[in-house]
């Protein structure tokens, strides 16, 4: 059985999916979604309400025939409604990310749970992004002490860090996947950018081109990211699950540089139907996103992970078959009321 931590957010879902279609039995946990809980049961898994952040939520969890656990929860800041001028949350970051993971940790080393793969943030290593020269683990941590990922990145730094110590000093198989913004259909069309609501970024661009609206483009239009999608995510959870040689730190990336105008290009030409979008090039306007890459081979050699949708048209014509399908309406519905 794998223990999934957070299934019923985004990636959460996506994952837990995957396990049950890899022939796993898989016990979801979630603390928020109802509605998305009752869809896991409805796929086969076992789901209970559960908080990490509660040490009597422990006992809910199995003790025997767990193989590993995968662990989603947590705060992140485009979920958090603080608006730092006003007030500060680093007590919940470090509450929610790094005592709920030592409370997870607690349970693997208590019950003998031999593997934990979690996540942390690519912004780990915000000043070393660079346009086309990929980042390996190995690069040193240097990330920004100012905005709304500060907190939230040493609340997962210490989190990774306590993940290490538990592998080494307590035998576990502990591995933390550094992710990006990750792409798929999910209730994060509308963000938090230090506690003020906005519309992120993919879902402005693909609202614009299915009403053939023009669509800016703010800054260098080379800027480049690398992004991944969820269900090459999901894949890359099932497949470390299932190595003895996962262990550590791992770019969990598409690998592949994807400028800000092949970007705009490329939802125009997957989601116009009739009219085609113009594209305005606004370079007076500044991109607060920089470039960044990086290197996807420590993936491959241990688990022989090669994302499948590493191009990014394929990604996108993914995106909007999923969106057609509805599929996912209850839970982007419920999770936009709560």
């Not at 931590?5 to 994952?15: V, W």
């Not at 837990?16 to 796993?24: C, P, T």
């Not at 003020?196 to 703010?218: D, L, R, Y």
Request: proline share 3%.
């Amino acid at each position: 059985m794998i223990v999934v931590i957070g299934a019923t957010g985004f990636i959460g879902l996506y994952t837990v999916e995957k396990l049950i279609k890899s022939g796993y039995k898989v016990m979801a946990t979630g603390n928020k979604n109802k509605i998305a809980g009752e869809y896991l049961e409805s796929i086969g898994a076992k789901y209970i309400h559960f908080d990490m952040t509660d040490e009597n939520d422990i006992n809910k969890l199995p003790k025997e025939d767990v193989e590993g656990v995968i662990l989603l929860g947590g705060l992140l800041p485009a979920n958090a409604k603080v608006n730092l001028d006003k007030d500060e949350n680093a007590a919940d970051y470090i509450k929610i990310n790094t005592l709920g993971t030592i409370n997870i940790l607690e349970y693997c080393r208590k019950n003998r749970v031999k593997k934990l793969i979690s996540t942390t943030t690519y912004s780990d290593v915000f000043k070393s992004w660079k346009k086309d020269i990929a980042l390996k683990e190995t690069e040193p941590r240097n990330f920004s002490l100012q905005g709304d990922h500060a907190a939230y990145a040493i609340s997962k730094n210490a989190s990774t860090d306590l993940i290490e110590y538990y592998s080494q000093q307590h035998g576990l198989s502990g591995a933390v996947f550094r992710l990006p913004p990750v792409y798929g259909i999910g209730p994060h069309d509308i963000i938090y950018d230090n506690g003020i609501s906005k519309k992120s970024g993919i879902t402005i661009f693909i609202e614009k081109a299915m009403k053939g609206e023009p669509i800016e483009v703010h800054g260098d239009p080379n800027l480049s990211r690398d992004i991944i999608y969820v269900k090459d995510v999901a894949d890359a959870f099932v497949k470390a699950m299932k190595s003895d040689k996962t262990q550590g730190l791992y770019n969990m990336t598409s690998g592949v540089s994807l400028t800000l105008e092949n970007q705009i290009k490329t939802v125009i030409d997957v989601f116009s139907d009739n009219e085609k979008s113009e594209i305005l090039y606004r370079p007076e306007i500044k991109n607060s996103t920089p470039s960044y890459l990086f290197d996807m081979t420590k993936a491959k050699h241990d688990f022989d992970f090669v994302p499948e949708f590493s191009n990014y048209k394929k990604m996108m014509e993914d995106y909007k078959i999923e969106m057609e399908s509805g599929r996912f309406n209850f839970f982007i519905k419920s999770r936009k009321k709560s």
